[in-house]
């Protein structure tokens, strides 16, 4: 009985062994295969980078920059030649009113500097408004001439006197200076890409040079009549040049408006190119120079010129952020 017992408990204790022996053994197998596992090449590639996303373009912000371009005039006048004196009676035929009118363009170089600010509603794309103030040096000449040649007149207040014009000139001669605007400007932007209409204040110098209006009218006065410009009786027949042309130089800075529009690109976060037209007005020149003679109403020569100024131009701005 006794061995009985011994004989049990040594099966039992092989048993327990023999378990602990086999679940050793899972173990190691277990930690064997995975050691190996990971000594094997993987087929998982390096890591992805994060993609680089930039952040969407705005035009908001101030810039500086520089232009260049052509800059043209509308040189519309209206001359009005009549007879130069009130009651004027024609001698031979002479033919009253004489009008004339024209249209020349001249044109030149013209560059300068810009300055201006944008805000931007939103993010990509968007209105945009902004204001900008430019200057530019200007090389635009303008030269016209038109003359009438009119036929001899007597007045009631000379008789005895017969009036000859020697003929009618006129001549203008202006060259612009320089140019300059302060604007608003609204526009859409297409991302980089900004359209916009502008307009405002329009400035310039103006030099007139050599302006002559009218030419001398020959009185002749015949023997025994008042002589016009002095009033003294003729012994013979006298001959006497009343007025002459009208020669002026002068330089002044006009002021007028403007209207416009352009399209601007951006090719770097702070670098855009622009091309634009402008139109400039800066009013209308009136003159009426005339002869004088004692107690008569005149008026020979009335000039009516529009001043404006059309410009095409690229410029090159650099923004700030």
Not at 30 to 45: E, H, M, N, W
Not at 60 to 68: D, E, L, Q, S
């Amino acid at each position: 009985m006794y061995s009985d017992c011994v004989s049990k408990r040594r099966n039992i204790f092989g048993g327990q062994l023999r378990k602990s022996v086999l679940l050793a053994a899972a173990t190691l197998g277990l930690v064997g295969s995975s050691a190996f596992a990971a000594d094997l090449p993987t087929r998982k590639g390096p890591p992805i980078a994060p993609v680089y996303v930039p952040p969407a373009f705005t035009w908001t912000g101030f810039y500086v920059g520089v232009n260049a371009g052509y800059a043209w005039t509308n040189n519309n006048r209206n001359n009005l030649f009549g007879f130069p004196f009130v009651g004027a009676v024609p001698v031979g035929g002479a033919v009253v009113p004489v009008s004339s009118s024209g249209n020349s363009n001249r044109g030149g170089f013209l560059g300068g500097v810009q300055a201006g600010y944008n805000y931007q509603f939103g993010i990509g794309s968007g209105f945009v408004i902004g204001a900008e103030a430019d200057i530019d040096w200007a090389d635009i000449n303008r030269h016209n001439n038109s003359g009438v040649v009119f036929g001899s007149f007597t007045l009631p207040q000379f008789p005895g006197t017969i009036f000859t014009p020697s003929g009618v000139t006129t001549t203008h001669n202006n060259n612009n200076q320089y140019l300059g605007t302060v604007r608003l400007r609204a526009g859409y932007a297409f991302d980089r890409i900004l359209l916009y209409a502008t307009g405002g204040l329009a400035y310039g110098g103006v030099t007139n040079n050599n302006n002559t209006f009218g030419s001398p009218i020959i009185a002749t006065t015949a023997a025994g009549s008042v002589i016009p410009t002095t009033g003294v009786v003729a012994l013979t027949p006298t001959q006497t040049v009343i007025g002459s042309g009208i020669t002026s130089h002068s330089s002044s800075t006009k002021a007028g408006w403007t209207i416009g529009g352009g399209v601007e690109y951006a090719f770097t976060p702070n670098w855009t190119v622009k091309a634009e037209y402008l139109y400039e007005n800066f009013g209308h020149v009136r003159n009426a120079p005339g002869f004088f003679l004692p107690g008569v109403a005149n008026a020979f020569n009335s000039s009516n010129r529009t001043i404006d100024v059309n410009v095409v131009r690229v410029g090159l701005n650099y923004k700030f952020w």
